[in-house]
């Protein structure tokens, strides 16, 4: 029963567009269903609930800021609810299932390992389906609720398998990326992945085609090759890796994101009228930081972004980024963590986050399973904050406990943790 849970519940990291329902208020995926049935599968058997108390301190801390809010009128009770509820049991269900493990943490991120694996290869598929013509092998919006598919400028599909959009697989398959470039670089000693498996998760994450997957190369490369200490050694990513960033600005949907971007920045673009994934960035930022000015110590409460959007969106049409100029984009998440949270927990978010992310971080080492391991979530978390704004889309928290677990286990190596809430 544990391992079924363990593939169903680390499955979740990568069917995020699989929606029942969005008539409800929230979409309503197939994930929710396995992490309650895990959930009461655990207190039927095990009769209590056992939950990290640091965790629980700093969600009831921010709990009560919010509440708070919805005095002040800053945000819905039905809001921060959702919210709250959805962190609550995710948190706790992730938590739970690395406690049943007994904190073999390397078993669980093999298992997503061995799914990245598929997921990748279904991306791999729906490349070569495109290229020939075969519209069922690469168009799943028939399956897949949330879902869509992009054509790039020079006749090649931007793969996002199973996840709603490319960025969305940059992101949740980081870590299986990062593995596989060590594999395939270290000769797969520690057996994190297989050559094969490598291979196939390396080129579909190519296959993107997406800024931020292009950004995760870039780190991982970073985070490997200058780890060593041999000059020679080192004399290969120092030629490559501006090699890499030249020929990765000249593919034109990156190209055009990046000039735009840019071109904001000088004033020589009115945000308005740049890429919509530019304009995203620019406008939520816009209203993070009129919501940041607005309450600063702790924002204006979870699931506030959305009403703080309606609020202040009007205020930006002077420099282009109010409702006369453009569409809506990302109101509910942001569309980044790191601007989210600066909008609804403020500078209290803000700290805790970047102390969970720096103070948790092993240093990195290729001969280590748990140093790879948590290296490699790191850089999601990165990607994460740039991008993703949701608080537990794709198994987040899965990959929260995996980091802050591979960090106590290395700090102590005799840790003994089944059902103890010690640590």
């Not at 199973?162 to 470039?181: Q, T």
Request: glycine letters at 6%; aromatic letters at 18%.
């Amino acid at each position: 029963m544990i391992q079924l849970f363990n593939y169903l519940i680390v499955s979740n990291i990568f069917t995020g567009g699989f929606v029942f329902s969005t008539f409800l208020p929230f979409s309503f995926q197939i994930g929710y269903i396995i992490i309650i049935c895990f959930l009461i599968a655990y207190i039927f058997y095990y009769q209590n609930i056992v939950i990290n108390f640091n965790f629980l301190v700093i969600l009831i801390a921010v709990t009560f800021f919010s509440i708070l809010n919805v005095c002040l009128e800053n945000v819905s009770l039905l809001f921060v609810a959702k919210q709250v509820i959805g962190i609550l049991i995710t948190g706790i269900a992730y938590y739970l299932l690395i406690k049943v493990n007994n904190c073999e943490i390397e078993k669980l991120f093999k298992i997503y390992i061995k799914l990245a694996v598929i997921v990748a290869g279904i991306g791999i598929f729906q490349e070569v389906s495109f290229l020939i013509g075969f519209k069922s092998g690469y168009d799943y919006s028939n399956i897949i609720k949330m879902w869509g598919f992009t054509p790039t400028e020079f006749g090649m599909l931007r793969v996002n398998s199973i996840f709603m959009e490319p960025s969305h697989f940059a992101i949740s398959m980081v870590p299986a990326f990062f593995v596989s470039i060590i594999s395939i670089s270290r000769k797969n000693y520690l057996n994190l992945n297989s050559q094969w498996g490598s291979v196939i998760i390396i080129v579909s994450y190519i296959l993107t085609f997406s800024v931020f997957a292009y950004v995760a190369i870039f780190i991982s490369i970073l985070f490997i090759f200058f780890n060593v200490n041999n000059f020679k050694k080192l004399l290969l990513p120092l030629i490559i890796l501006p090699i890499f960033v030249f020929i990765t600005y000249n593919i034109p949907d990156i190209k055009m994101r990046v000039d735009d971007t840019i071109g904001i920045g000088t004033g020589s673009i009115k945000p308005s009228k740049a890429h919509l994934s530019s304009y995203s960035i620019i406008s939520n930022a816009f209203i993070s930081y009129k919501s940041f000015i607005d309450n600063p110590l702790f924002g204006r409460g979870l699931g506030s972004h959305p009403m703080s959007y309606d609020e202040f969106i009007g205020s930006g049409v002077s420099i282009g980024v109010g409702l006369e100029d453009a569409t809506i984009v990302n109101k509910d998440d942001a569309g980044s963590l790191f601007l989210r949270l600066v909008s609804e927990t403020g500078l209290f978010g803000i700290i805790v986050v970047l102390y969970f992310l720096f103070g948790f971080r092993l240093k990195m080492s290729d001969k280590n399973e748990l140093q790879i391991i948590n290296n490699a979530i790191f850089i999601l978390f990165i990607l994460q904050l740039f991008k993703q704004g949701h608080y537990f889309y794709n198994g987040l928290f899965f990959f929260i406990w995996v980091y802050y677990f591979a960090y106590k286990i290395s700090n102590k190596p005799n840790l003994f943790c089944y059902h103890s809430n010690s640590i």
